[in-house]
């Protein structure tokens, strides 16, 4: 459904501007949102959409407590198309509530300014709005709403997220080394004893995935050669791998 591709592709480059990459879990996503389609939208293809944009879960709300919007007159737009009344409408929509002007123009499209015996219709591109955000979300617009994506990093989604881009690096070494998908391997993994923890807790994933029969996660050099090796820096931190093919 169009709406759940616009979700998708919203949350991906508020994904982008947080500089979290989409193999690292998110924990939640929020749809801000009074659209009944996009409702529809997220209800039926919920799974689809939290797996796509890698979050655990999705709420759907009205709105965001903690959200402070300003609006002042783009003088660009409010000057061409008010003409001498410009002045005015400027010194009356400073009187206005920022929540009523953008509440009006979410709604029915405009708000409607009454200037003694006249009304002038104020669109967006009338308005530059600035939003401050609370600082644990990521923001990103649609075309029904906006979405936000909960940066807090747990020590379990920060695990998660190690494993995978561990997983993704190991099988670019086994394609890289010529393997096809039926051949297992023996896996060493040495890494420092932050990352061993957190890699320890999703050994069994990481080793059905990567096609290892055996895999090894320390903080020591291994004991012997393998046939294949790579060293790697995910984060910041240091992962060398090895691997022989059985």
Not at 75 to 81: A, K
Request: proline residues 3%; aromatic residues 6%.
């Amino acid at each position: 459904m169009e709406a759940a591709a616009q979700l998708v592709q919203a949350a991906l480059g508020a994904r982008e501007k947080m500089q979290r990459g989409v193999r690292w879990p998110l924990r939640e996503m929020i749809v801000v949102t009074q659209d009944g389609k996009t409702v529809e939208a997220v209800e039926a293809l919920r799974d689809s959409i939290q797996k796509q944009v890698n979050v655990k879960s999705i709420s759907i709300q009205q709105s965001l407590p903690g959200i402070r919007q300003s609006v002042r007159p783009d003088f660009n737009n409010l000057g061409p198309d008010f003409g001498k009344d410009a002045a005015k409408v400027i010194a009356h929509l400073a009187t206005s509530s920022p929540e009523t002007i953008l509440s009006h123009i979410e709604r029915e499209g405009k708000y409607a300014l009454k200037v003694e015996d006249k009304t002038f219709n104020i669109v967006r591109e009338h308005l530059i709005v600035t939003r401050d955000i609370p600082g644990k979300y990521g923001e990103a617009a649609f075309r029904n709403g906006f979405l936000y994506l909960d940066k807090d990093l747990t020590d379990e989604l920060e695990a998660e997220g190690y494993a995978r881009e561990a997983t993704r690096r190991i099988q670019a070494l086994r394609k890289k080394s010529g393997l096809e998908k039926h051949q297992q391997i023996v896996l060493f993994i040495k890494v420092d004893g932050e990352l061993k923890a957190m890699l320890g807790r999703w050994e069994a994933q990481i080793r059905d995935k990567v096609g290892a029969s055996v895999i090894k996660i320390s903080e020591l050099d291994p004991a012997k050669q393998h046939q294949h090796m790579s060293q790697e820096k995910i984060r910041g931190k240091g992962m060398a791998l090895f691997f022989d093919v059985l």
